[in-house]
């Protein structure tokens, strides 16, 4: 069982530049499948949940949504368990809730996560 928590979480003004890190807990080892992967969703208010950005576990390979890509980058250190999230050039629209989220490969995070975290708010001031 893996269990996903995210941090880094805070107030940005627009423009501005924000790390979140989702710390993966549990059974991380290279014995997961080379295609499981990690996720960031958001979920603004009244809004429903978008995927963002997703990584492969064991290989190099990301994923983005097309809105997201140029400002945002996902990364992962493999020693620490920890995938990162980038996000550059924000603006009110990119506030909401960034989830964490596991799934079985790239393709599918998207439309069917598996596991998420408890998330981590974001706020854009104009």
């Known amino acids: 069982q893996v269990e996903l928590v995210e941090s880094g979480g805070g107030s940005v003004q627009t423009g501005g530049s924000l790390r979140i890190t989702c710390s993966a807990s549990?059974?991380?080892?290279?014995?997961?499948?080379?295609?499981?992967?990690i996720g960031w969703f958001r979920q603004a208010p009244l809004r429903q949940r978008e995927f963002v950005a997703a990584?492969?576990?064991?290989?190099?390979?990301?994923r983005y949504a097309d809105s997201m890509k140029g400002r945002f980058t996902i990364s992962r250190d493999d020693a620490e368990r920890l995938v990162y999230l980038e996000m550059n050039n924000l603006t009110p629209d990119d506030a909401g809730v960034y989830y964490c989220?596991?799934?079985?490969?790239?393709?599918?995070?998207?439309?069917?996560?598996?596991?998420w975290g408890k998330g981590t708010r974001v706020s854009v001031s104009s």
């Open positions: 989220a596991a799934g079985i490969d790239l393709a599918t995070i998207s439309q069917h996560p598996l596991l």
């Open positions: 549990g059974r991380t080892d290279k014995n997961v499948a080379s295609n499981y992967a």
């Open positions: 990584i492969t576990w064991n290989g190099p390979s990301t």
